[in-house]
């Protein structure tokens, strides 16, 4: 059992940082991801910490510096939002097809324009296929425990993969919540010492890191990202077990919530679930037999395991906090409804988009998304592909 504290989704993260005590921290402000490289930098100047802290000129000078420390062989960290993360663009493809294990805490901010510092995940969802492992936390508790676990994910050699572990801006990063923190010394002995096979640093073995690579050799390496990619859900899995010996808490691929003998679903990531899971409760309560699926893992997509538990409820809703632009919805329901194109049921799915630039969802809102299941369900009054939830028509 931990020692129980009240922080804020930020203040959890940089906690976790403190405890995984990184080689390297390079470190470049943006709103609302402040606060935890603001936090950390405290650790740094009372010598909580034996991280080498570099203050940067912009994000993608922090992205380039961590990929030097990285190929050195150091444990190497950062963080961002929104504009920040696209600034970093050329060098997170770099970071993943030189497979390097970086976690970068991901905070969501809607990108610019017109200009926005509100939730939605525009920014790591633009980001979905560049080779990075992506973990989504509901709240402050699963923004530390993911961040924790991304260390291991990301270093075990038969992924080696960069990991971004995202929660959503202002609405889990500043807002105040309690939650329970592990032993420093146990945390570390679960993260062990990060120990890099290849360094540029060793003269004894040179070796070129990020080469020019053309037609003759370039998809090879891309196949091994994607096979690296595929191995990583095991891992994910592998070191959920162990982090629950440790701390009691177990997390999925995804959360399964009142599933089992549903006739109606929503799934959702990120901070949403919660108020999801909210409304289920009380629609129970009325007897509907309304369900709710989390997403915790994007990266890699979950397709066989989320099709074997959502294959055999009638209809389902996905909602996305982001517009992917293609005319066919967004990017979580467009992965998901192609997954279940091979089932024989096939569900009618949904689309709902919402929370765009930060517009809360309330209850009422979600209530809605059931209310229109069940219509459809109920009548011949089909849904749209995609609908827009709480947008001003």
């Known amino acids: 059992m931990g020692e129980r504290v009240a922080l804020t989704g930020n203040e959890a993260v940089s906690l976790a940082m403190k405890q995984i005590n990184p080689d ?80 970068m805490p991901v905070v969501n901010r809607a990108l610019s324009g017109p200009i926005n510092i509100h939730c939605d ?79 540029l640093l060793d003269t004894d073995d040179p070796v070129t890191l990020g080469p020019l690579a053309l037609f003759d050799s370039y998809f090879e390496f891309k196949r091994q990202q994607a096979e690296a990619m595929a191995r990583a859900k095991q891992v994910i899995l592998d070191v959920a077990r162990e982090y629950e010996t440790l701390a009691g808490r177990y997390y999925g691929l ?8 549903a006739e109606m679903a929503v799934v959702v990531i990120g901070s949403t679930a919660g108020t999801a899971k909210a409304v289920v409760d009380e629609l129970r309560e009325e007897g509907k037999k309304a369900g709710m699926l989390k997403i915790r893992v994007f990266r890699p997509f979950p397709a066989e395991e989320l099709v074997d538990a959502l294959k055999d409820i009638p209809i389902i809703a996905v909602m996305d906090r982001a517009e992917s632009f293609s005319s066919q919805g967004g990017p979580l329901f467009a992965e998901l409804k192609a997954a ?52 001003r028509e």
């Open 121 to 199: 995940h525009s920014d790591s969802m633009g980001a979905r296929d560049s080779g990075w492992i992506q973990i989504y936390s509901e709240n402050a508790q699963e923004a530390y425990d993911n961040t924790l676990q991304a260390i291991r994910i990301a270093e075990h050699p038969d992924v080696l993969l960069p990991a971004m572990v995202c929660q959503d801006g202002f609405i889990i990063s500043h807002a105040l919540e309690n939650l329970e923190i592990e032993d420093t010394e146990a945390l570390r002995r679960f993260i062990g010492i990060r120990s890099a096979d290849i360094s």
């Open 24 to 103: 390297v921290v390079a470190a470049y402000p943006i709103t609302p991801q402040t606060d935890i490289v603001q936090y950390f930098s405290t650790f740094v100047a009372d010598g909580e910490v034996d991280t080498e802290f570099v203050t940067v000129e912009s994000e993608h000078s922090a992205m380039s510096a961590t990929v030097g420390a990285a190929s050195a062989g150091a444990r190497a960290m950062t963080a961002t939002s929104s504009n920040g993360l696209a600034l970093m663009w050329e060098i997170v493809y770099i970071t993943s097809s030189m497979r390097l294990p970086i976690v």
């Open 254 to 261: 995804f959360e399964a919530y009142k599933l089992e003998d």
């Open 340 to 391: 279940l194109y091979e089932t024989e049921a096939r569900p009618q799915v949904h689309n709902f988009i919402y929370g765009l630039g930060g517009r809360d969802v309330r209850v009422e809102d979600i209530k809605t998304v059931y209310t229109r299941l069940e219509e459809s369900l109920n009548t011949s009054n089909k849904l749209d592909r995609v609908s827009y939830l709480g947008v």
